[in-house]
């Protein structure tokens, strides 16, 4: 049976329990499992190999992505590290230059060190790849939306400009959730997500996943997975499954009242520029019209003046906003990347592509868009 994506997000991967006929996926909370003899067992050895609550989310992500393989991980960064463990020493990757600052971070400090050489550059303009691409190159990075500065970079563009390249193109796709946006479909070769953000949806469970149609690819991950260890247990992964199951309803309204903010925001008089896709003056907007279904409910704005203590004012005045890390959330978050999610990029370097002082990032929630903006227009006026 061909099912749209809310049916999908329900009931892909997910069948009544067995022996009891529950209709959620029971919490496996075990650490092996009997074997009629050796080598004789139905599926499922150790549960760092398998679990069948994991399995049941592995297949529904797959799903919801239009995969044909999904694995997941403790976090987001553990699902990133075993792509870049695809890499060997002398590989190049050309990663967009507007990208979470965790990944710049794990890059840069970690497998840099293996003798893995990293490009940054600006890839909303897919040209820009053939400068840098050559016989070593072996994966292109991209994120779209980009965090925080929300740049579109065009998928199918991307793929193209890649020519013959033999590289593994890899679309973070954890601003637009599967929701919004399906990569594979587009000429990705991997996908990875931060399941911590949209797929969990209520800021209580920390995950990664990696979804892929090749097989070779699938079989790296899943090695990887089993033999680096960085697995999440099954109560994380029982969290991710509720939360996927109404990932439709809460995006929809992301998009409402991401739509919302960022008009009141381009309208206020202290707000110098808004940095969001859905707004038609964003030089990415056509494009995300294109390859997204909505535009998310993620932003970033500046102060006019740029100044840092102006920014603070407004950090530490929201109520309903609250300062702190992470996104994705049914609440409403506000953050400064300059000195929370992109504090290990350099400053040169984060000012290069936007991320300067007073700029403010909205993870905006599902609450009533009216106490929202009454929300940012107080702490705006201090």
């Avoid at 230059?97 to 840069?108: A, E, K, M, P, V």
């Avoid at 016989?135 to 013959?164: C, L």
């Avoid at 859905?278 to 990415?284: A, E, M, R, Y």
Wanted: hydrophobic content about 40%; overall charge neutral.
């Amino acid at each position: 049976m061909t099912m749209k994506f809310a049916t999908k997000a329900i009931h892909a991967g997910q069948e009544p329990d067995p022996s009891t006929g529950a209709i959620m996926t029971p919490i496996y909370q075990t650490s092996t499992y009997v074997q009629a003899a050796p080598g004789q067992h139905k599926g499922y050895e150790y549960a760092r190999t398998q679990n069948p609550t994991r399995t049941a989310l592995e297949k529904n992500l797959a799903a919801l992505e239009n995969g044909d393989f999904a694995y997941c991980f403790g976090s987001g960064m553990a699902a990133i590290d075993s792509i870049a463990k695809l890499l060997l020493p002398g590989d190049e990757v050309i990663a967009t230059n507007d990208l979470y600052g965790g990944s710049y971070r794990i890059f840069t400090k970690v497998f840099a060190r293996y003798g893995i050489k990293f490009i940054f550059t600006d890839l909303s303009q897919p040209e820009n790849l053939k400068q840098f691409i050559n016989e070593k190159t072996r994966m292109i990075w991209v994120e779209t939306p980009t965090n925080p500065m929300m740049s579109i970079i065009d998928i199918k563009e991307t793929k193209k400009a890649m020519g013959n390249s033999k590289a593994h193109l890899v679309v973070d796709n954890t601003f637009a959730s599967p929701y919004l946006q399906n990569p594979l479909d587009l000429g990705a070769d991997i996908v990875v997500h931060s399941a911590t953000k949209y797929l969990g949806g209520h800021s209580d469970v920390v995950m990664g996943a990696v979804i892929c149609k090749d097989p070779s690819i699938a079989e790296q991950i899943k090695f990887y997975q089993n033999s680096c260890g960085a697995v999440p247990g099954p109560h994380d992964v029982f969290l991710v499954l509720r939360g996927i199951k109404t990932l439709h309803v809460r995006m929809d309204r992301h998009c409402e009242n991401g739509m919302r903010i960022a008009t009141f925001l381009v309208n206020h008089p202290r707000v110098e520029k808004v940095y969001f896709p859905g707004l038609p003056n964003h030089p990415g907007h056509e494009i995300a019209a294109k390859q997204m279904k909505k535009f998310g409910g993620m932003m970033s704005f500046t102060l006019k003046g740029n100044n840092y203590d102006d920014a603070l004012k407004v950090l530490t005045h929201t109520h309903l906003f609250s300062l702190a890390e992470s996104l994705g959330g049914v609440e409403s978050l506000i953050g400064h990347p300059a000195s929370m999610t992109h504090a290990s990029i350099p400053k040169e370097e984060r000012e290069k592509t936007g991320v300067v002082d007073s700029l403010i990032r909205l993870s905006v929630g599902i609450e009533d868009a009216e106490d929202l903006i009454q929300d940012l227009a107080q702490a705006l006026a201090q």
